[in-house]
Each structure stands twice: as structure tokens, then as C-alpha cells.
């Protein structure tokens, strides 16, 4: 059952890993298949090098096992809460990727400083109270503080991301993590240049029509 959708999860998490967003078997990633109310969920604990489709754990969105032996990510229950109150949602991705964690230690915002963050992540990324792993309060705190965007950086703890699709959530990561970079390298030096409302706004809808089209 969903065997491409299970193998582009992994080729996801190897991404994340790649960009050192994620380390050892921290994270997770999962996607929803709307019209069969399933969510297919990264399994708690597991290297992402040694994963195989078989290893993906299928839930319904009240947390029911449809397929997969593997015990399914600690953070599903948060990650089930996203699902049944962001409809619009398709992809959520959790990292402890540590530029955009920074930030969350001494803001409560990561300003549009370049145009790469409203490209993927729609705007400026709220920072979230802190919510620890496994707890109902991660998926909680993302609803209530994302707004309307595609990232939310949860204090103490890491990032969540979202999307359409998992392209759309796994852009938003890496695109986040690149501009808390740079912002931090900016406020090292000085006191950061921001984008306007305006910019932010042409940022968002000039990557609408980035890549391929079929």
C-alpha cells in the first residue's frame, strides 16, 4: 500500500539529513492521503539510511494502525492534531534544524530578511511557546501560531513544517534554515535589513510560478 508515497518520505528524510536538518534518527516526516483519511508516518527511532518502504507506518487520523509493524513516531499524536485541524495541509515535517531553533531562543519572530523565506514559507515564522517531544501540545502550539504560514519554530525544541505536498513542507525546512543563517550572520554585524510588507508579498507570489510545469 502506497508504495511511491512511502519511498518519497524516505527520499524526504535522507533530503533533511543531507542539509543537516535532522540528526541520527531525530524528526519525522508523513503525508496524508486525504481521500482515504490515511497518514502515512515515519517509525519512532529508526536511522533513516536503514529504512525501507516496509518500515513506513500507515495511521488513520484518529491513530489506528492500517498497516506497518513498526512502532509509529512518538510525535504522531501532535502530528495527527495538524491533520484534523489544518485541512489545507497534506505534509508535515518535524526537525531540530539548529539556526532556526537559535533564533527561537531569542525571538519571537524570524523576519523576512531575504526573499527565500516568503518564497517557501510565505512570510515572517512565529515562534511558538516551547512543547516537548510526544506531546499533544507540539501539534497544538503549530495550529494555533503557524498563521496561515507553511513553518512555526517551537521554542526549546525545533521546527515543524508544512505543505500541500511534501515538496512544499520539505522546501519550507530547508529555505527556513537558510535564512535563520543569514539573519544571524546579519545580527552578528549589525542590525538586519527586512523586507517590506509589499516585497514579502511579490517574494510569495514570483515562487508560485517557480520550477517545471507539466
Not at 126 to 144: D, R
Request: proline residues 4%.
Amino acid at each position: 500500500m502506497y508504495e511511491a508515497e512511502k519511498k518519497e518520505i524516505i527520499k524526504a528524510a535522507l533530503a533533511l539529513k543531507e542539509y543537516r536538518l535532522i540528526a541520527l534518527s531525530g524528526g519525522n516526516v508523513s503525508t496524508r492521503k486525504p481521500d482515504e483519511g490515511h497518514v502515512l508516518v515515519t517509525p519512532s527511532g529508526m536511522m533513516y539510511e536503514t529504512m525501507v518502504p516496509e518500515d513506513i507506518v500507515v495511521v488513520d487520523l484518529s491513530g489506528k494502525v492500517i498497516e506497518g509493524t513498526r512502532r509509529v513516531s512518538v510525535d504522531t499524536e501532535a502530528i495527527l492534531y495538524i491533520y484534523n485541524n489544518m485541512p489545507e495541509v497534506n505534509s508535515v515535517i518535524h526537525t531540530h534544524q539548529a539556526y532556526a531553533t537559535a533564533v527561537g531562543l531569542v525571538e519571537d519572530e524570524l523576519p523576512a530578511a531575504v526573499t527565500t523565506l516568503p518564497n517557501a514559507t510565505l512570510g515572517p515564522v512565529t515562534v511558538a511557546p516551547y512543547s516537548s517531544a510526544a506531546s499533544l501540545e507540539m501539534g497544538k502550539h503549530t495550529v494555533k501560531y503557524i498563521n496561515n504560514k507553511r513553518a512555526v519554530i517551537l521554542k526549546h525544541h525545533g521546527v515543524i513544517t508544512v505543505g500541500g505536498n511534501l515538496k512544499e513542507a520539505l522546501y519550507a525546512a530547508v529555505y527556513l534554515e537558510d535564512a535563520a543563517k543569514t539573519y544571524i550572520l546579519a545580527k552578528s554585524i549589525g542590525k538586519p535589513a527586512l523586507l517590506d510588507d509589499e516585497q514579502v508579498m511579490v517574494a510569495v507570489e514570483k515562487f508560485n510560478d517557480y520550477g517545471q510545469k507539466r
